[in-house]
Every structure is written in structure tokens, then in C-alpha cells.
């Protein structure tokens, strides 16, 4: 073998390597179960290994099992012949669900696993744990399966250019998503495989030429697809159009490789046959099942039912749910609740617009000896434009789009907008960025997309996956940072200090608190624990109600004894209304008792531009730059409303209490709205310079005042001394550090 012979096997060696290497990794760090419907998937396998026997869907179902007993059976038949030796009786006893995950949402930094995850899982594993870990290696080998299938496509396409086959090969072996789900207990992984290693065949069969024993190969592949998924009868038609298209092309007019059938001899319908008749022999049985157990040869119907029932979405409400399925192609964990940062989806959509855009100028050059016309498009012969080298791209093409409207037409039955759906089509989709990426001169091109692509995998399996799922830190002490409570709780529990690490919010920002908990005993049954943030006139903008540890560490888990330094995060509402200094509470879930540790400022995102500057200042820096009446007259027992604008120079850093009285010059107040700013929801010592404050107070009039024109003062006074804050205008320190704002205007009624 030469030395560019060698090259393209050991640069396939190494990404295949990788490959194996990023999987086990998202194996062994992801925690069991948290995966997409992982622990139906297992335990229906589990199922089949216990009883066996295929499952079958009632009206009082088994929820271990859910839709997935709906499935077509060859992934779990697989998946059971696997674990049978394990003794994995202790699987559901082992297995207790987070009633607080937030599935679904990634906007949540808590409660992101469905799961509660006990020394059961851990190193040696054993029993079920062990079970599963098995089944996910089998999802790693059927991954490396389809990564040789678009290794061998390629090198069928481009069979003097090793480059585009492993660059389609490194770019769905480095995907996040394809990865993370070939480390999971799926059937997904089955029928992506299975599609591919179809998709091989046809590429073989569109460019090598027929043969009795291809077409057979094909039809067993298309009848074991339809026992992996349903999207295994999209595979069949598939198979079947392409070979009808394939009997059109007069490239295959000669004999076959056996030299013995001349193909005026196969007609279309002895090769269809060869493909249609094994294909029903290996799948036909599960559809007359299913047509005697629900009246549905593909089950979907049972299978949406327990999925939460059609939900009649419209073509264009299921075309809307793209945006999700785009992002889901790239990397999204956990239970669709866990997102990388913003950057990695970047730099994929980097990697695919530069692919586009050699897509559209190797096109446009015409260069690619696959690719390339010999002669201008016209309608006039569709065999001839199927002899063409480049008509494999159409064909494949065809399969993509397939699959999509395939998964669109059922998301517009249930919620199944997920990457992982488009993943029988990853072939063609990887040779065509390929494709793209190696019609640029310069090799740095497709060696920083492979970087980029495989620097993302690396970096959501350690910085992303790895810490969402990592348990509390244990302290020995309180830090010194944490404001000490040493608060008695219910089930033993000590709430032994709490620290506020967010000191300023916007609203639909995050908080973070840490809670530093201890128990002497741990209870029968774990205890949830509450979180509350009040807002502006008591109404509550932010809660949380989970169990300890961001939901993964549960007080029936912890050491005696041990302080858990519990760190999490938690929104604001979007429509807090601010600003506020809003006191946060923590207690225990079906108790009264709440524990304030803290308070936290709440700021709008942006403040309201400011009145012209005003010549009044209070101490060193506050600026009411406007004061307005509500009204100039009134009657007694009404409320007059000042309003106040507050330009902040420099923030006090205390509280103080407006002054807001209404008096003759030198006398004692007639009436009093005096109040700390915004009613003390926003008190002058959580203030910051630059601020600017609207802000209100309310004068009411005595119910006995006589008519008259009386004035109204303002000022402010320290909260604690009473003592009066100097009040200047112009430089100039005013009497009584007050100045007269307006004059009301008292009238009885009957007047």
C-alpha cells in the first residue's frame, strides 16, 4: 500500500477514535435516564428481557414503558438479548423521579434532571446500572456503524478523494447532538444506522451498477428498518422510487456483475420484487400486529395517545417549531432543558454557511468530476439527465427532503420538533457539507471547521453536561462571605447561613443564592424546599420549590453532619416591576415558616431619562430634578398625590424619609405624607449614582381643614436620627432644609 494509500486509514482510525472517545465520555458523565425518553426505551428492553414477550399498549398502560411499547420491536428485541444475563430486577425500585424537573425548558438552572440520582448508578456499576451502560455502548457501535457508512458513501462518490469522505465522516462524529444521543439508550441510533448503511447501498448501486444479490441486501435492510422505527417505511418507498429511477438509467443497460442476466431480462417489476418481498417477510408480520392489536398497522395512534393525544397543529403551526428542531441538530441535552452557550451554535452555523457557500461555488464553477454536467439541463430525456454524475446528489436530496416532511407531518400531530428526528438523513447531509467545505484552495478551511466542530463536542461534554449534573460542595464551616442563620427547620433540618452572590437584577435576569444547609438525620422521604422574592406591593416575581442541590441532592442523601453548600439560580420575572429592593425568602415546602436571608436589588434594564437638572440638591447628591402636583385644589379627606423625579449623583449609601408637609410657614404640619421613597420598597441606601427615580407620595387632607391656600414643603430627613438632610438650592442651604414645592387649594364640597 502506498503512503497516500495508508494516509486516508489511519486519519479515519483517528476520527473514529475520537469519536469512540466523546461517546464514552458522554456515557460515563452523563447520569442514567438522562437522556430523552431513555428510561422508556430501557425499560422496555427490560420488558422483553424479563417477560419475553414484545409488549403491547392498553387503556391502563405500563408508564415504565409509555409510547415506546407502541415502537416497533427490533431495537428492545436487541437490547434485551444484550442485559439478559444481567440482573437488573432493581431497576424501577432504583429509580425515583425529580416531581420538579422542568422538562422542556432550557430557560431553568434548576431541577434539570428527571431524575434523582443515588450511589445505585456509581462505579463498579452493577445490576441494572450495568444494564444500561450496556445499552448505551450498543448505541456507541450502531453510531460507528453509520459514521463507516458515510465514510464508504463518500469514498463511492469521490473515489480518488479521501478529503470529502473524512471531512463528512469528522463532522458528524465531532456533533454534539449526534454523539450525546449514540451515548444514550435509544432506538434512534437503530434506524440511523440502518438508514445509512440503505443509503450505502443505493449510493453502490446508482454508481457501481446492479446486481440480484444488491437488491436483496437492500430489501432485508428496508425490512429491518421497519422493524426499528416507522421512518422504516419511508425507507422502503424510498428504495423502491430510486430503483425505479435506477431501471431508467441507461447506464445500467448492460449485464449485470455476474455476466449471466442481461437487463432486458430484469424487468422493473423482478427488481422491485426483490426488494419489496424480503422487506415484507422481515417487517409484514409487525404490521398485521399491529393491525390485530389497535387497528393501526403503524401504531402511531396508540403511540400519540399516550403522548398527550394529536393536537391538530396546522402545516404552517408545525413549520413554526423549526427553530427548535434547527438547534436540536446541533446540541441540545439533558431533557430539551439543558443549552450550551450561544457560541457553540455559532460556530455550526459558521461551519454550515461556509459549506453553503462552497455548495453554491463548486456549482458555479463546475469543477467536481462527480458533479459535473456534460451537457445543459433540459427536459427532453429524463434518462439522460439520470446518466449524469452529478443526478446522485438529486437522488440523495430526495431522501432528506422525505425525511422532513415525514417529521413534519408529525409534529403536526404531537410535539416531536427534535434534531435527533433528521438524523436518518445525517448521510446525505454530511457529504453535501463536505462537499462544501473542500471546494475552497486553502486546506485551512475544512481543519478549522473539524477544530471548531470538535472543540464544541469536547467543550458541552465538560463544561456544559459534566457540571449541570455534579452534586453540592460540602463546607466544614460557614464561609465568611454567608450571613449566618443557624435557622431550626422541620425534618431536622438547620438552615446554617445563606449568601445573596447576585447583589443587582434586571427583570427576566437570573439570581443566584447560595443556602448552606446541615441535618443531623437524614429523613424517610426527601424534603423540598422553598425560595421567594417579593416584589413591589408584595407580589411575588421570582420562586422556586425544589429539592436540595439544584433538584440532584436531596437531604436523604447527604452525610450527617455535613454543611451542603447549595448554589443556585433562579429568574426574575419579566414583569417585575422595578426598581425594587426586594427581600428574598427561604423555607420548607408545606410549612409556614419563611427565613429572610437577604434582599436583592432589582433595577430596570434601562432608566427613564431624566427631567432638566434642577437647582434643589439634598446632601451630597440627590437631585429631585421634577416635583408635581396631582391636583392644585382639593377637598378635606381627599389624597393628594407628588410626584418626584430623583436624579442620583451621588448615592447616600443610608436610608432616608421625604418630607412631605402641608403647613403654614413656621407652623406645625397640618397633614403629613412623609415615607421613605417608593413606600420603602426602594429605600435611598440600596440607591446608585446615575439612577434616575419616579417616585410617588400621598398627602391626605384632614377631614376638618378649613378652606384656604396652604403650602406644601419638602425635604428629607435620615431615617434612624430623624436628623434633616441639608436641603441647598443653588448652593444656597435653605430654612428648616425644606422648600416650599406648591400651594393646595382647600375648598369644601358644597362650595
Same mark, same amino acid.
Given at each position: 500500500?502506498?503512503?497516500?494509500?495508508?494516509?486516508?486509514?489511519?486519519?479515519?482510525?483517528?476520527?473514529?477514535?475520537?469519536?469512540?472517545?466523546?461517546?464514552?465520555?458522554?456515557?460515563?458523565?452523563?447520569?442514567?435516564?438522562?437522556?430523552?425518553?431513555?428510561?422508556?426505551?430501557?425499560?422496555?428492553?427490560?420488558?422483553?428481557?424479563?417477560?419475553?414477550?414484545?409488549?403491547?399498549?392498553?387503556?391502563?398502560?405500563?408508564?415504565?414503558?409509555?409510547?415506546?411499547?407502541?415502537?416497533?420491536?427490533?431495537?428492545?428485541?436487541?437490547?434485551?438479548?444484550?442485559?439478559?444475563?444481567?440482573?437488573?430486577?432493581?431497576?424501577?425500585?432504583?429509580?425515583?423521579?425529580?416531581?420538579?424537573?422542568?422538562?422542556?425548558?432550557?430557560?431553568?438552572?434548576?431541577?434539570?434532571?428527571?431524575?434523582?440520582?443515588?450511589?445505585?448508578?456509581?462505579?463498579?456499576?452493577?445490576?441494572?446500572?450495568?444494564?444500561?451502560?450496556?445499552?448505551?455502548?450498543?448505541?456507541?457501535?450502531?453510531?460507528?456503524?453509520?459514521?463507516?457508512?458515510?465514510?464508504?458513501?463518500?469514498?463511492?462518490?469521490?473515489?480518488?478523494?479521501?478529503?470529502?469522505?473524512?471531512?463528512?465522516?469528522?463532522?458528524?462524529?465531532?456533533?454534539?447532538?449526534?454523539?450525546? &444521543? /449514540?451515548?444514550?439508550?435509544?432506538?434512534? @441510533?437503530?434506524?440511523?444506522?440502518?438508514?445509512?448503511?440503505?443509503?450505502?447501498?443505493?449510493?453502490?448501486?446508482? $454508481?457501481?451498477?446492479?446486481?440480484?444479490?444488491?437488491?436483496?441486501?437492500?430489501?432485508?435492510?428496508?425490512?429491518?428498518?421497519?422493524?426499528?422505527?416507522?421512518?422504516?417505511?419511508?425507507?422502503?418507498?424510498?428504495?423502491?422510487?430510486?430503483?425505479?429511477?435506477?431501471?431508467?438509467?441507461?447506464?445500467?443497460?448492460?449485464? /449485470?456483475?455476474?455476466? @449471466?442476466?442481461?437487463?432486458?431480462?430484469?424487468?422493473?417489476?423482478?427488481?422491485?420484487?426483490?426488494?419489496?418481498?424480503?422487506?415484507?417477510?422481515?417487517?409484514?408480520?409487525?404490521?398485521?400486529?399491529?393491525?390485530?392489536?389497535?387497528?393501526?398497522?403503524?401504531?402511531?395512534?396508540?403511540?400519540? *395517545?399516550?403522548?398527550?393525544?394529536?393536537?391538530?397543529?396546522?402545516?404552517?403551526?408545525?413549520?413554526?417549531?423549526?427553530?427548535?428542531?434547527?438547534?436540536?441538530?446541533?446540541?441540545?441535552?439533558?431533557?430539551?432543558?439543558?443549552?450550551?452557550?450561544?457560541?457553540?451554535?455559532?460556530?455550526?452555523?459558521?461551519?454550515?454557511?461556509?459549506?453553503?457557500?462552497?455548495?453554491?461555488?463548486?456549482?458555479?464553477?463546475?469543477?467536481?468530476? *462527480?458533479?459535473?454536467?456534460?451537457?445543459?439541463?433540459?427536459?427532453?430525456?429524463?434518462?439522460?439527465? $439520470?446518466?449524469?454524475?452529478?443526478?446522485?446528489?438529486?437522488?440523495?436530496?430526495?431522501?432528506?427532503?422525505?425525511?422532513?416532511?415525514?417529521?413534519?407531518?408529525?409534529?403536526?400531530?404531537?410535539?416531536?420538533?427534535?434534531?435527533?428526528?433528521?438524523?436518518?438523513?445525517?448521510?446525505?447531509?454530511?457529504?453535501?457539507?463536505?462537499?462544501?467545505?473542500?471546494?475552497?484552495?486553502?486546506?485551512?478551511?475544512?481543519?478549522?471547521?473539524?477544530?471548531?466542530?470538535?472543540?464544541?463536542?469536547?467543550?458541552?461534554?465538560?463544561?456544559?453536561?459534566?457540571?449541570?449534573?455534579?452534586?453540592?460542595?460540602?463546607?466544614?464551616? %460557614?464561609?465568611?462571605?454567608?450571613?449566618?442563620?443557624?435557622?431550626?427547620? @422541620?425534618?431536622?433540618?438547620?438552615?446554617?447561613?445563606?449568601?445573596?452572590?447576585?447583589?443587582?437584577?434586571?427583570?427576566?435576569?437570573?439570581?443566584?443564592?447560595?443556602?448552606?444547609?446541615?441535618?443531623?438525620?437524614?429523613?424517610?422521604?426527601?424534603?423540598?424546599?422553598?425560595?421567594?422574592?417579593?416584589?413591589?406591593?408584595?407580589?411575588?416575581?421570582?420562586?422556586?420549590?425544589?429539592?436540595?442541590?439544584?433538584?440532584?441532592? !436531596?437531604?436523604?442523601?447527604?452525610?450527617?453532619?455535613?454543611?451542603?453548600?447549595?448554589?443556585?439560580?433562579?429568574?426574575?420575572?419579566?414583569?417585575?416591576?422595578?426598581?425594587?429592593?426586594?427581600?428574598?425568602?427561604?423555607?420548607?415546602?408545606?410549612?409556614?415558616?419563611?427565613?429572610?436571608?437577604?434582599?436583592?436589588?432589582?433595577?430596570?434594564?434601562?432608566?427613564?431619562?431624566?427631567?432638566?437638572?434642577?437647582?434643589?440638591?439634598?446632601?451630597?447628591? $440627590?437631585?429631585?430634578?421634577?416635583? @408635581?402636583?396631582?391636583?392644585?385644589?382639593? /377637598?378635606?379627606?381627599?389624597?393628594?398625590?407628588?410626584?418626584?423625579?430623583? $436624579?442620583?449623583?451621588?448615592? !447616600?449609601?443610608?436610608?432616608?424619609?421625604?418630607?412631605?408637609?402641608?403647613?403654614?410657614?413656621?407652623?406645625?404640619?397640618?397633614?403629613?405624607?412623609?415615607?421613605?421613597? &417608593?413606600?420603602?420598597?426602594?429605600?435611598?441606601?440600596?440607591?446608585?449614582?446615575?439612577?434616575?427615580?419616579?417616585?410617588?407620595?400621598?398627602?391626605?387632607?384632614?377631614?376638618?381643614?378649613?378652606?384656604?391656600?396652604?403650602?406644601?414643603?419638602?425635604?428629607?430627613?435620615?431615617?434612624?436620627?430623624?436628623?434633616?438632610?441639608? %436641603?441647598?438650592?443653588?448652593?444656597?442651604?435653605?430654612?428648616?432644609?425644606?422648600?416650599?414645592?406648591?400651594?393646595?387649594?382647600?375648598?369644601?364640597?358644597?362650595?
Amino acid at each position: 500500500m502506498t503512503k497516500q494509500g495508508k494516509r486516508p486509514n489511519w486519519l479515519l482510525a483517528l476520527i473514529l477514535s475520537l469519536y469512540l472517545l466523546l461517546a464514552v465520555g458522554y456515557n460515563i458523565i452523563n447520569p442514567l435516564f438522562e437522556s430523552p425518553d431513555e428510561h422508556w426505551h430501557y425499560f422496555t428492553a427490560q420488558y422483553i428481557a424479563d417477560h419475553r414477550e414484545l409488549p403491547a399498549v392498553s387503556e391502563n398502560y405500563d408508564e415504565w414503558l409509555s409510547q415506546e411499547a407502541a415502537q416497533p420491536p427490533l431495537y428492545y428485541m436487541l437490547s434485551a438479548l444484550i442485559i439478559a444475563p444481567v440482573n437488573a430486577e432493581n431497576g424501577r425500585s432504583a429509580t425515583t423521579f425529580n416531581p420538579f424537573a422542568a422538562i422542556g425548558d432550557a430557560s431553568f438552572h434548576t431541577n434539570i434532571n428527571r431524575f434523582i440520582h443515588t450511589q445505585a448508578e456509581f462505579w463498579p456499576w452493577q445490576d441494572f446500572a450495568l444494564a444500561v451502560h450496556l445499552l448505551r455502548f450498543f448505541s456507541t457501535l450502531l453510531g460507528l456503524g453509520t459514521l463507516l457508512c458515510i465514510y464508504g458513501s463518500g469514498r463511492l462518490i469521490w473515489p480518488t478523494q479521501a478529503a470529502a469522505p473524512l471531512t463528512a465522516t469528522a463532522l458528524v462524529a465531532f456533533l454534539p447532538q449526534f454523539t450525546f &444521543l /449514540h451515548s444514550s439508550v435509544t432506538n434512534d @441510533t437503530l434506524i440511523i444506522f440502518l438508514a445509512s448503511f440503505a443509503l450505502w447501498q443505493i449510493v453502490r448501486l446508482w $454508481l457501481k451498477g446492479m446486481s440480484n444479490g444488491r437488491f436483496l441486501l437492500l430489501g432485508i435492510t428496508s425490512g429491518l428498518a421497519i422493524l426499528a422505527k416507522t421512518a422504516g417505511i419511508l425507507l422502503l418507498l424510498y428504495s423502491l422510487g430510486t430503483i425505479c429511477l435506477l431501471w431508467l438509467k441507461p447506464g445500467h443497460a448492460r449485464a /449485470h456483475r455476474s455476466g @449471466t442476466t442481461q437487463k432486458n431480462r430484469q424487468t422493473l417489476s423482478a427488481n422491485l420484487l426483490r426488494i419489496l418481498l424480503p422487506a415484507l417477510l422481515i417487517g409484514g408480520w409487525l404490521w398485521l400486529r399491529n393491525w390485530q392489536l389497535y387497528g393501526d398497522i403503524t401504531a402511531t395512534e396508540p403511540f400519540i *395517545r399516550i403522548a398527550g393525544g394529536n393536537r391538530g397543529y396546522t402545516l404552517w403551526q408545525a413549520i413554526q417549531e423549526s427553530d427548535g428542531l434547527w438547534a436540536s441538530l446541533f446540541a441540545i441535552f439533558g431533557w430539551f432543558n439543558l443549552r450550551p452557550p450561544d457560541w457553540v451554535f455559532g460556530m455550526w452555523h459558521g461551519i454550515v454557511i461556509t459549506a453553503v457557500a462552497g455548495v453554491v461555488y463548486g456549482f458555479s464553477q463546475n469543477k467536481d468530476p *462527480r458533479l459535473k454536467m456534460e451537457r445543459r439541463f433540459n427536459l427532453q430525456s429524463l434518462s439522460a439527465h $439520470l446518466h449524469q454524475p452529478w443526478s446522485i446528489a438529486p437522488l440523495l436530496a430526495l431522501w432528506v427532503a422525505g425525511v422532513y416532511a415525514g417529521l413534519i407531518l408529525f409534529v403536526m400531530q404531537t410535539e416531536a420538533a427534535q434534531g435527533r428526528l433528521l438524523f436518518p438523513a445525517m448521510l446525505p447531509a454530511a457529504l453535501a457539507l463536505a462537499y462544501g467545505l473542500n471546494r475552497f484552495r486553502r486546506r485551512f478551511v475544512v481543519i478549522l471547521a473539524l477544530a471548531a466542530a470538535f472543540l464544541t463536542s469536547v467543550y458541552c461534554l465538560f463544561f456544559v453536561v459534566a457540571p449541570t449534573y455534579a452534586p453540592p460542595p460540602t463546607v466544614t464551616t %460557614l464561609p465568611e462571605t454567608a450571613v449566618p442563620l443557624k435557622a431550626a427547620l @422541620t425534618n431536622n433540618l438547620t438552615l446554617v447561613g445563606a449568601e445573596i452572590n447576585t447583589q443587582t437584577a434586571v427583570p427576566h435576569a437570573y439570581l443566584t443564592l447560595t443556602l448552606y444547609w446541615q441535618t443531623n438525620e437524614n429523613p424517610a422521604q426527601p424534603s423540598a424546599f422553598v425560595v421567594e422574592v417579593i416584589g413591589r406591593d408584595s407580589k411575588r416575581i421570582s420562586n422556586l420549590h425544589s429539592f436540595h442541590g439544584r433538584g440532584l441532592y !436531596p437531604d436523604t442523601l447527604w452525610p450527617p453532619g455535613t454543611i451542603v453548600a447549595d448554589q443556585f439560580s433562579i429568574r426574575i420575572n419579566e414583569t417585575a416591576v422595578t426598581p425594587v429592593l426586594a427581600p428574598i425568602f427561604v423555607g420548607i415546602a408545606g410549612e409556614d415558616e419563611r427565613i429572610r436571608i437577604g434582599d436583592i436589588k432589582i433595577i430596570p434594564t434601562t432608566w427613564p431619562e431624566s427631567a432638566p437638572s434642577s437647582p434643589v440638591q439634598i446632601g451630597e447628591g $440627590l437631585v429631585p430634578a421634577q416635583i @408635581t402636583l396631582s391636583t392644585e385644589t382639593a /377637598h378635606p379627606g381627599d389624597g393628594v398625590t407628588l410626584n418626584v423625579q430623583w $436624579l442620583v449623583k451621588k448615592a !447616600p449609601g443610608t436610608d432616608y424619609t421625604t418630607l412631605v408637609h402641608l403647613a403654614e410657614p413656621g407652623q406645625p404640619p397640618l397633614a403629613t405624607g412623609d415615607n421613605q421613597p &417608593l413606600t420603602g420598597q426602594y429605600p435611598t441606601r440600596a440607591w446608585a449614582d446615575g439612577e434616575v427615580i419616579n417616585d410617588q407620595y400621598q398627602l391626605m387632607i384632614p377631614d376638618d381643614l378649613a378652606n384656604g391656600r396652604y403650602p406644601i414643603w419638602f425635604g428629607m430627613y435620615d431615617s434612624h436620627t430623624i436628623t434633616r438632610i441639608p %436641603l441647598t438650592v443653588a448652593g444656597i442651604r435653605q430654612p428648616d432644609d425644606s422648600i416650599q414645592v406648591g400651594v393646595l387649594e382647600i375648598t369644601s364640597q358644597n362650595e
